[in-house]
C-alpha cells in the first residue's frame, strides 16, 4: 500500500467542534427571516455543503430571493456569535496534527465554508500554519463534488493513492469517492454513523487519537471497520 502523503480534513464537526453553533445560527437565521422552522436533525443534514446547496435543500420550494435573504441573515448571525464566542476545536486534535506532521504528511483542508470564515476559524484556533493547502465554497464547487480535492493534491503534487480524506459527513466521503481517494469518517460530527457507511470508507472513527494509528494500518494494508 502506498504511504499516505498528504491528508485532507473537513474542518466543521471534524476539527472544529461548530455544529451546534451552526444549527443555533440557521433556526435564528430563518425565524429572522420568517420562513417555517425546521429542525436540529434536518439542519445537521445539510452541515456540509456550501450555503446556496444548504439552503436550497431546506427549503426546496422557495423563490430565489428567500433564499438570499436567509443567506444574509445567517451571515451576520453566525459571524456575531462567532466574534463573541469562538467555537472550539475538539479536544485532541492538535495533538493528532503534530502527530501527523512530525510523519512529514502534508495537512490540507477542504470546507464548505467561505474563505473568510475559514480564515477566520484558523486565526482563532491558531493552527492555520499546519496546513499546506485549503479549499472553500466560495473558490470551488460544493461538496460532493470532488474539484477542491483534485486542487489540494494538484497544488499538492500527491495523487490519489497517497491522498487520505478525514470528514463527519456523508458530503465529506462521497467527495473523496468520487476523486478516487480512500477516506475516514469521524463519529463525533454532523452524520450519524450509518450515513456515513453509505459512502464506504475505511473506517469511522470513534475519536480522533485513533486518527495516526488507523491510517498507519491502511498503508498496511490493515484497516479495519472501527465503528462506535
Same mark, same amino acid.
Given at each position: 500500500?502506498?504511504?499516505?502523503?498528504?491528508?485532507?480534513?473537513?474542518?466543521?464537526?471534524?476539527?472544529?467542534?461548530?455544529?451546534?453553533?451552526?444549527?443555533?445560527?440557521?433556526?435564528?437565521? &430563518?425565524?429572522?427571516?420568517?420562513?417555517?422552522?425546521?429542525?436540529?436533525?434536518?439542519?445537521?443534514?445539510?452541515?456540509?455543503?456550501?450555503?446556496?446547496?444548504?439552503?436550497? /435543500?431546506?427549503?426546496?420550494?422557495?423563490?430565489?430571493?428567500?433564499?438570499?435573504?436567509?443567506?444574509?441573515?445567517?451571515?451576520?448571525?453566525?459571524?456575531?456569535?462567532?466574534?463573541?464566542?469562538?467555537?472550539?476545536?475538539?479536544?485532541?486534535?492538535?495533538?493528532?496534527?503534530?502527530?501527523?506532521?512530525?510523519?512529514?504528511?502534508?495537512?490540507?483542508?477542504?470546507?464548505?465554508?467561505?474563505?473568510?470564515?475559514?480564515?477566520?476559524?484558523?486565526?482563532?484556533?491558531?493552527?492555520?500554519?499546519?496546513?499546506? /493547502? %485549503?479549499?472553500?465554497?466560495?473558490?470551488?464547487?460544493?461538496?460532493?463534488?470532488?474539484?477542491?480535492?483534485?486542487?489540494?493534491?494538484?497544488?499538492?503534487?500527491?495523487?490519489?493513492?497517497? &491522498?487520505?480524506?478525514?470528514?463527519? %459527513?456523508?458530503?465529506?466521503?462521497?467527495?473523496?469517492?468520487?476523486?478516487?481517494?480512500?477516506?475516514?469518517?469521524?463519529?463525533?460530527?454532523?452524520?450519524?454513523?450509518?450515513?456515513?457507511?453509505?459512502?464506504?470508507?475505511? /473506517?469511522?472513527?470513534?475519536?480522533?487519537?485513533?486518527?495516526?494509528?488507523?491510517?498507519?494500518?491502511?498503508?498496511?494494508?490493515?484497516?479495519? %471497520?472501527?465503528?462506535?
Amino acid at each position: 500500500m502506498k504511504r499516505i502523503e498528504l491528508v485532507v480534513f473537513d474542518w466543521d464537526g471534524t476539527l472544529m467542534d461548530s455544529a451546534a453553533r451552526i444549527v443555533e445560527a440557521v433556526r435564528a437565521a &430563518t425565524d429572522a427571516a420568517g420562513l417555517p422552522p425546521r429542525s436540529g436533525a434536518d439542519i445537521r443534514e445539510i452541515i456540509g455543503l456550501g450555503m446556496g446547496e444548504a439552503i436550497a /435543500a431546506l427549503y426546496p420550494d422557495e423563490p430565489q430571493a428567500s433564499h438570499a435573504r436567509l443567506a444574509a441573515t445567517y451571515r451576520n448571525g453566525f459571524v456575531r456569535a462567532v466574534a463573541d464566542r469562538p467555537s472550539a476545536l475538539f479536544p485532541g486534535v492538535e495533538a493528532v496534527l503534530a502527530t501527523l506532521e512530525a510523519e512529514r504528511r502534508m495537512l490540507a483542508v477542504a470546507t464548505g465554508k467561505s474563505r473568510a470564515g475559514l480564515q477566520r476559524d484558523l486565526e482563532n484556533s491558531g493552527i492555520g500554519a499546519r496546513f499546506v /493547502a %485549503s479549499r472553500t465554497v466560495d473558490e470551488s464547487p460544493s461538496k460532493p463534488d470532488p474539484h477542491m480535492l483534485h486542487e489540494i493534491m494538484a497544488l499538492c503534487g500527491v495523487g490519489p493513492d497517497a &491522498t487520505l480524506v478525514v470528514g463527519d %459527513s456523508l458530503f465529506d466521503l462521497e467527495m473523496a469517492a468520487r476523486a478516487g481517494v480512500p477516506a475516514l469518517g469521524v463519529a463525533w460530527g454532523a452524520h450519524a454513523c450509518e450515513r456515513l457507511w453509505q459512502a464506504e470508507p475505511l /473506517a469511522v472513527l470513534e475519536r480522533i487519537e485513533h486518527l495516526p494509528e488507523r491510517l498507519r494500518q491502511h498503508e498496511g494494508g490493515a484497516v479495519g %471497520s472501527e465503528q462506535p
